[in-house]
Nanobody
Framework: VQLQASGGGSVQVGGSLRLSCEAS????????AGWFRQAPGKEREFVAA????????RYSDSVKGRFTISRDNAKNTVYLQLNNLKPEDTAVYYC????????????????WGQGTQVTVSS
């Protein structure tokens, strides 16, 4: 499956963005999916994940309560709504799909999209 991320941009502190990750070459409903991010000079970190049905989600502590992951299997797309953005949210955001419909103890991406840049300025 191929993943295409979009929706990044530049916003001010407190602003919002919605990232999209559209799959092709496969049925996204067969996979758990999620988002990671990588800031300059830092390692890639987990942000959020969602099971195939959308009924269970998981978030990192740093984004819990501000970001919301969702999916529309009919559109083969996973979304990440970013609210109340902070400068420390600045990073390249990557979507990923796991070759299993449910979340394991640690969400690991088996398929990756290209990144989309999110920049938050004060």
């Amino acid at each position: 499956v191929q993943l295409q991320a979009s929706g990044g941009g530049s916003v001010q502190v407190g602003g919002s963005l919605r990232l999209s990750c559209e799959a092709s070459g496969g049925t996204l409903s067969s996979y758990a999916a999620g988002w990671f991010r990588q800031a300059p000079g830092k390692e890639r970190e987990f942000v959020a994940a969602i099971v195939w049905s959308g009924t269970m989600t998981r978030y990192s502590d740093s984004v819990k309560g501000r970001f919301t992951i969702s999916r529309d299997n009919a559109k083969n797309t996973v979304y990440l709504q970013l609210n109340n953005l902070k400068p420390e949210d600045t990073a390249v955001y990557y979507c990923a799909a796991q070759n299993h419909p449910y979340l394991s103890a640690q969400f690991v991406g088996d398929y990756w999209g290209q990144g989309t840049q999110v920049t938050v300025s004060s």
